[in-house]
């Protein structure tokens, strides 16, 4: 449910009572996280190309840490793989709205050939231009041109989006920064002007 953004907790310190004539409960050192195990199953899943397998595995991961950005991006990658790019919006608007998505190191890392994801982004490209209206699907271009640092290309997209929802304070907080006060209509120096009157800050 990506109704609202994602929640990052940070882990909680626990202090447990411990009977003194009973041995504690301990785990392995090397043991995995709870859904990690999942994770790396939907990683390799989708390195495979068997996406339908990565999500299911990434949904059961998810269970186990419903509040980890990395999951969720990765989740949206595999929704984006399939062409179902109104759900993979859902899920990086919220990953963004929270932090900064991945880079291309990491993105290309998680494919066993760019050849691969390319043919994923140009069937995008084309959905968009059957399309124009789309802006969850453009919202997913937008965000894999900003992976790749094609930085023209996302604000081109970004634009778009903004002239479409020009309410989205997400939307102007990516397009400032992939295109600076200009893409927005904002004079540089008009944004970095301190009005004439303005109380002196002490």
Avoid: C
């Avoid at 041109?145 to 930085?151: F, G, P, Q, V, W």
């Avoid at 102007?172 to 600076?180: C, D, E, Y």
Wanted: proline share 11%.
């Amino acid at each position: 449910d990506y109704s609202e953004p994602i929640m990052i907790e940070s882990a909680p310190v626990t202090t447990a009572v411990v009977d003194p004539g009973v041995a504690p409960a301990t785990l392995p050192a090397d043991a995995p996280a709870p859904g990690m195990t999942e994770f790396e199953m939907a990683r390799q899943a989708f390195f495979r190309g068997d996406y339908p397998a990565a999500l299911t595995a990434t949904n059961k991961s998810l269970a186990a840490m419903p509040n980890d950005p990395i999951i969720h991006e990765f989740r949206a990658l595999v929704q984006f793989a399939q062409g179902n790019y109104k759900e993979a919006a859902a899920g990086l608007y919220s990953v963004l709205t929270v932090g900064p998505g991945w880079d291309w190191t990491t993105l290309s890392s998680l494919y066993p050939s760019v050849d691969i994801y390319t043919r994923q982004l140009r069937a995008l490209e084309d959905y968009i231009k059957a399309r124009p209206q789309a802006n969850d699907a453009r919202f997913v271009l937008a965000y894999h041109y900003l992976t790749t640092n094609n930085k023209d290309a996302a604000t081109a997209q970004l634009k778009e989006l903004n002239k479409q929802t020009p309410q989205d304070p997400l939307i102007a907080q990516l397009l400032l920064m992939t295109g600076g006060p200009e893409a927005l209509g904002v004079p540089p120096d008009a944004a970095e002007t301190t009005p004439p009157d303005a109380p002196a800050v002490p």
